[in-house]
């Protein structure tokens, strides 16, 4: 006599549930062991040490997992407790990373080689990835209007990768006569210094920039009620800018306050797992912002894109 067929379709449901208590358990269980080996490095400055730790944590974070999984993984109170620590060493060695990358593009003898160099940054088609998708959702919200040609990059950092991977992609879509006006702001000092020499090492960075005065540097605070963003039809918010979703609310609000009405709010932000390593923030927004679009990308661009639109 064959059995029910009910029996078969609750081995099988069975057999989910085994195999989705594996994957969370191999997960608290892998994510637990990498946090104690990222806390007793002596220094997070680029090594083989610490590029293998970071890519072993990126690739933790980039499977798609189902929503049940995630929330569990997340919601592991041990795993919930090292949230802030995952993301402050993230945001440490990122900040090394690029640091280290600029010193050696911006010490090169003359521009040709330190072109050359820049192309060896490990990421730099994660960045042009997330640009070109950033951009092409950008653009579908000036839907029969004229481009933007002024932009603000907030958090913009020692290695201002997404500025010239923006402006190469405006040359190389033809969106404009001249590439736009781009502002990489930061707050810190030695950033937006590392970063101003490394644009002028290059000379010029991008295709279609005849000099250096598409380009701006200047050292602010996002917060600085002082900062005038008005000049901007684009602002972009780095994925580093806010170091939780709270904080990264009062900035938007702050930011928002001081753009005007119609202009364009870029967001980065992230989602599921990749939460640990850059704050998690929706596309649902109150006061000044609408919501305009959402993107969470598959594969390996690790950041989510949120455009928001200011309203009066």
Not at 269 to 288: E, H, I, Q, T, W
Request: net charge neutral; with cysteine.
């Amino acid at each position: 006599m064959h059995p029910p067929k009910s029996n078969g379709t609750r081995a099988t449901l069975t057999g989910d549930r085994v195999r989705s208590r594996d994957v969370v358990s191999e997960h608290i269980s892998a994510l637990r062991s990498l946090h104690n080996e990222l806390v007793q490095l002596p220094s997070l400055k680029p090594s083989p040490t610490v590029n293998g730790l970071f890519t072993d944590l990126v690739n933790f974070c980039l499977p798609n997992l189902d929503a049940s999984s995630v929330s569990k993984i997340l919601s592991d109170p041990y795993i919930e407790s090292l949230i802030p620590s995952f993301r402050e060493l993230s945001s440490a060695a990122e900040s090394e990373l690029e640091s280290y990358w600029a010193r050696q593009i911006t010490s090169c003898p003359n521009a040709e080689e330190a072109r050359a160099t820049l192309q060896l940054f490990p990421y730099i088609n994660n960045f042009g990835s997330l640009v070109s998708l950033e951009l092409h959702a950008l653009l579908s919200t000036y839907y029969l209007s004229t481009p933007p040609t002024t932009i603000a990059f907030i958090g913009s950092g020692p290695l201002p990768l997404s500025s010239m991977c923006l402006a190469t992609a405006f040359s190389n879509l033809k969106l404009t006569s001249t590439p736009p006006l781009i502002t990489n702001m930061d707050r810190d000092p030695a950033s937006i210094a590392l970063s101003s020499a490394l644009y002028a090492r290059l000379q010029p960075p991008v295709p279609g920039a005849k000099n250096q005065r598409h380009v701006e540097f200047q050292c602010a605070d996002a917060m600085d009620e002082m900062l005038d963003l008005t000049p901007y039809e684009v602002v972009y918010l780095a994925a580093l800018v806010g170091a939780d979703a709270a904080e990264k609310e009062r900035i938007m609000e702050s930011v928002a306050s001081r753009m005007r009405t119609g202009t364009r709010l870029l967001v980065r932000s992230a989602r599921g797992l990749r939460g640990l390593l850059y704050p998690v923030r929706d596309g649902m927004a109150g006061g000044k912002l609408e919501p305009l679009i959402e993107l969470h990308p598959y594969g390996e661009v690790i950041n989510s894109v949120i455009i928001f639109r200011v309203k009066p």
